[in-house]
């Protein structure tokens, strides 16, 4: 695997790490089954590159596409707590609609954004060529992301929304609004996935209306990837785990797109990613490095199950 | 322990192997064309197929002093992004992105190595270039403008009494709504008004053909990708209901279209090749103006015509540069 090639994986594994942490916050943390962000993801693109094509503020762009996906999950919990369809068809159905939304804001299925000035060009001229600049940016923001999450999950409200996923019975009994949080929780989720979708398209030059196929998918491996890997003992190494699994995940893609020379062909892709990322699932068994390391370094003995 | 550390280090051999395997190192002598497409199907792949067959025409042989990489995005623009970072690492010489997709993601990725597009509708509306005349930069290539004016001639050729065009699309694809929007616009001419018939997913293609029976008088359809991958469903429909159906493209006519004047996306692809060897003898692509296809070739099915009941008038037969049998 080249340098650029690897610089371009973990790039993109960065920006799909905030997608892994949206969906970790509905998935894990809400016990929401969310399949919104194959909508919401698209949707960021589709409202920064919209915004940005007709001369917007490139930052400005991206702080209304992370609203447009908050109002996006606002709809998804709303469909779900107010008129009581099921999660999954609640999210489903925004889905579905989002993808004749998307079509609406960008006026048609492809939108350049090549040429424009995006969050990336005021760092452009500071000697950093882009090849490295793209994946120190995506890696700054998604860290800045995971930091604030993980602040928040340990806040007052942070464990009132998680105690929400975990026990909403209890949760109430212990007078926690669980509507306000849920509500809250899928904002933040479906912002987070519109944020990763907006900084893809400006980095890519290109907003798609097939952009969002399969990111339900993707988050999901990033988020079980990070657990099979850094545990769930804390929720910093968990969110972390998100962003870690990500990466790899996108490691594992430029693994398969390198493996031409076993004798596979371009149609194999897909395969040959889900066999490495199972390959990286269940090699390490039971006992991980890197998670044998922490538990020797934290608590001691008690092995995570 | 021991057995987890073994089968660790046996993964990590494996994968190494994989990473290694991909970093073999070429001789001075060797061009490398690097070639991806968003998704397989047949004209993509017929495409990839003609810029090949050029290059060995032009005496580059493969597994002598030509290394030829494709690469399928699989639909999915993220892997497009990822297909288009591994090309510019492992810098070829050429990089031919076909489809929009493709072609933005690498346009985006590279500055320096020479890009030749393919099977791009509106390289302009697509950002790709600025200029068709004089592109600039490092990016030239082919465009697939489709020839609506002479499809629809074609159709009003052999069936002179038809008014309502049927044509089902899909809303999700830039190519089959630009396609929508030329047929809006030329079809008045011609006589015809258009109806459309919108099918989201490639399950949706037969209930949208349906939908236009009684609706229509003939069915088009364009190069719209998912169409034409669901294309069969559509002539089942055209045959039982005896509603013609014609296509935009000529690989669609032995698949049971009555006939259709339009690209043999392998000679796009031959096309798009001799552009390539042109930037591997030294020309800049900035300095090449971006192409239209070049040939146009009408193919014509009699089977297909009389399952829906349609005779071929003899001008057309004799003009068809196939007849399918």
Known sequence: ?305 | MKRSRWGLMAGAAALAAILLAAAQGRSADTVTIAVTAIVEHPALDAVRDGVRDELEAEGYAQGKNLTFVYESAQGNPATAAQIARKFVGDGPDVIVPISTPSAQAVVAATQDIPVVFTAVTDPLDAKLVTNLEKPGGNVTGVRDTAPIAKQLALIREILPNAKVIGMPYNPGEANGVALLNMVKKEAPALGFSVVEAAAPKSSDVMAAAQSLVGKADVIYVSTDNQIVSAFASVVKVGVDNKLPVFAGDTDSVPRGAIAAIGFDYYDVGRQTGKIVVRVLKGEKPGDIAVQDVGTLQLFVNPGAAKAMGVTIPDAVMQRAKKVVQ
């Open chain 1, 1 to 305: 695997m080249s340098h650029v090639a690897l610089l371009g994986a973990i790039e993109i594994g960065l920006l799909f790490g905030l997608v892994g942490i949206g969906v970790f916050l509905s998935f894990r943390v809400l016990n929401f089954p969310d399949l919104t962000v194959d909508g919401s993801f698209p949707l960021g693109a589709a409202v920064a590159g919209t915004i940005i094509v007709a001369g917007g503020n490139a930052y400005l762009a991206t702080a209304l596409a992370i609203l447009a996906g908050a109002l996006a999950g606002l709809v998804t919990a709303a469909l779900n707590l107010r008129f009581r369809i099921l999660h999954l068809l609640a999210s489903i159905l925004t889905m579905i609609a989002l993808y004749s939304i998307n079509l609406r804001i960008m006026g048609k299925p492809n939108l350049a954004i090549l040429n424009e000035a995006t969050v990336l060009t005021p760092f452009q001229g500071l000697g950093l060529s882009n090849l490295y600049l793209r994946p120190l940016y995506a890696g700054v923001v998604t860290l800045i992301v995971a930091f604030l999450l993980i602040r928040f999950l340990a806040s007052d409200m942070g464990l009132a929304m998680r105690a929400t996923g975990a026990n909403p019975r209890m949760a109430r009994a212990q007078g926690i609004d669980t509507s306000r949080m849920t509500y809250l929780g899928m904002a933040l989720s479906n912002g987070l996935v519109a944020l990763a979708g907006a900084l893809f398209a400006q980095m890519n030059g290109f907003a798609d209306v097939a952009l969002g196929t399969g990111t339900i998918v993707v988050g999901l491996a990033a988020v079980i990837i990070g657990e099979a890997i850094l545990g769930m003992r804390s929720i910093r190494l968990w969110v972390l785990g998100c962003v870690l699994g990500s990466v790899i995940y996108r490691i594992a893609v430029a693994a398969a797109l390198n493996s031409s020379a076993l004798g596979l062909n371009a149609s194999d892709l897909n395969l040959v990613t889900a066999v490495l990322v199972a390959v990286a699932l269940t090699l390490p068994g039971a006992k991980n490095p890197i998670r044998a390391l922490l538990a020797r370094k934290g608590s001691a003995g008690k092995s995570p199950s």
